[in-house]
């Protein structure tokens, strides 16, 4: 089997691309292997979708958390700023 | 006048200012650390250190950034510290090994074709906006949970910082080609967790 009729045909390689292609560009060869395992498999393309969604849901995820504010309690900054204070007074 | 002013302190000789820090800071970070390690005792823990370290270092400062972004970035050593000890705690251990059996049954080992049980079907929110679907993020938050440390401490240095991967290289002690098996195998893990949680 040539090296193009392989990558055809295996998922687990055409699913690396995948990955990388999303953080990273792919070489000229990993392009244009990527692109004749996608046109010939439709599984593949179900995971390319996926993996598009998941690393955007991921990222909505990390912007939304830093709108979204967590407390920390009253006490326990009381604590912190004592702490703060002790420390400037030793200098 | 100037050279008889010699009782100045550290606060009024640098351009920060700590009796403020945790007024004006203090749930910023904390929130900074609990979104990236997901753990409340050692989102405060750090936030203390935080502080501490940068009283330590308080000449360092040179006021070319905020406060804020300086405390930030003192923060964020903190953290890349922790995946890092976590990582290389499990290195060698159980959970990304057993990660990794997990997925032997996805692909055809002799020609990596999908084994007909795991093959990604759809979810049928491809095309959605995902925040419309809360119960999908909360299950997601849950299969990032089960990732051994290294995975995901990769995984999240990578989209959430958008550091560079050989920064986060450097910084996990992993190879570059090591990098890329990582970032493959966990969204093939994460995308297989969906799916069986999803119905």
């Known amino acids: 089997m040539g090296p193009l009729k392989k990558i055809q045909y295996n998922c687990r390689k055409a699913t690396f691309l995948i990955e990388k292609k999303q953080l990273a560009s792919l070489t000229l060869r990993e392009k244009l292997e990527l692109r004749i395992h996608l046109a010939g498999c439709s599984i593949c393309r179900t995971f390319e979708k996926q993996s598009i969604l998941i690393n955007r849901m991921v990222k909505d995820m990390f912007t939304n958390s830093q709108h979204q504010q967590f407390t920390l309690d009253d006490d326990y900054k009381k604590q912190l700023q004592d702490k703060i204070d002790q420390q400037l007074n030793k200098n | ?199």
């Open chain 2, 1 to 199: 006048m100037q050279a008889e002013n010699k009782d100045f302190n550290i606060t009024t000789d640098l351009p920060i200012n700590p009796h403020q820090w945790v007024s004006r800071y203090a749930d910023y970070l904390y929130t900074y650390a609990l979104s990236r390690l997901t753990d409340e005792e050692l989102a405060r823990d750090l936030v203390q250190e935080t502080f501490l370290a940068a009283l330590e270092r308080a000449d360092q400062f040179k006021g070319s950034s905020t406060e804020k972004t300086w405390l930030t970035a003192i923060l964020k050593y903190k953290i890349v510290d922790v995946y890092r000890k976590k990582s290389s705690q499990f290195l060698h251990s159980t959970d990304s090994v057993s990660a990794e059996k997990q997925q032997e049954d996805f692909f055809d080992p002799d020609d990596g074709h999908w084994n007909v049980p795991h093959r990604p079907q759809a979810f049928g929110i491809e095309d959605q906006d995902p925040f419309t679907q809360s119960e999908f993020t909360h299950i997601l938050q849950l299969c990032m949970k089960k990732l051994p440390a290294l995975w995901l401490s990769v995984f999240t240095m990578k989209h959430m910082d958008e550091e560079d991967t050989d920064a986060i290289c450097t910084a996990l002690k992993v190879t570059p080609s090591n990098f890329w098996v990582i970032i493959h195998r966990t969204k093939v893990n994460l995308r297989a967790c969906l799916q069986k949680n999803w119905s």
